[in-house]
């Protein structure tokens, strides 16, 4: 049994063992060093999973504060409308009382003065039928008939 092939076979088998222990350590290291990559990669993946999910949570409650404010920025405008829209109307009504109150006294004031021209006018009227019915004498029916002829002449005057 000592024959040269056995030895060969003998330190072959001693060779491969002595590989495969020292290969077997390194497949092994390069295998934990690949599953060490692999788990710090997904802790990695992991981390920026829920770094993303805080994003999103963040940028979602940004969203629904700016709604809420860009609502209550609309209710402001709204009510700041309606506030000026009464005031408008409030200050257009005190307008319109102002100028209707000016155009009664400038009403009231053309016609005091209309009156008084008219009495002026009678006045006058009258006057001048009297001075004509002391100037001819007359009798009391032609008279008469003097004051209404001057009341007839009365509207040619007054216009």
């Known amino acids: 049994m000592n024959t040269p092939e056995m030895w060969v076979a003998i330190a072959f088998i001693i060779f491969a063992a002595l590989v495969w222990k020292k290969a077997s350590g390194a497949i092994t290291g390069l295998l934990d060093a690949r599953a060490e990559k692999i788990r710090a990669e997904l802790d990695e993946a992991q981390r920026l999973r829920e770094d993303a999910q805080a994003l999103l949570a963040n940028y979602q409650r940004r969203q629904r504060d700016a709604l809420k404010e860009a609502e209550a920025i609309i209710a402001h405008a709204r009510e ?14 005190a307008s319109l009382k102002r ?24 006045v006058d009227i009258a006057m001048d039928a009297s001075r004509r019915i002391l100037e001819t004498g007359i009798q009391p029916a032609q008279a008469d008939k003097l004051i ?7 509207p040619k005057h007054l216009h």
């Open 80 to 93: 700041e409308a309606d506030r000026l829209r009464s005031q408008a109307g409030a200050d257009l009504e």
């Open 148 to 154: 209404e002829q001057s009341i007839a002449e009365l």
């Open 99 to 122: 100028r209707e109150a000016q155009a009664m006294d400038r009403i009231a004031q053309a016609e005091a003065g209309a009156l008084a021209e008219v009495r002026n006018l009678t």
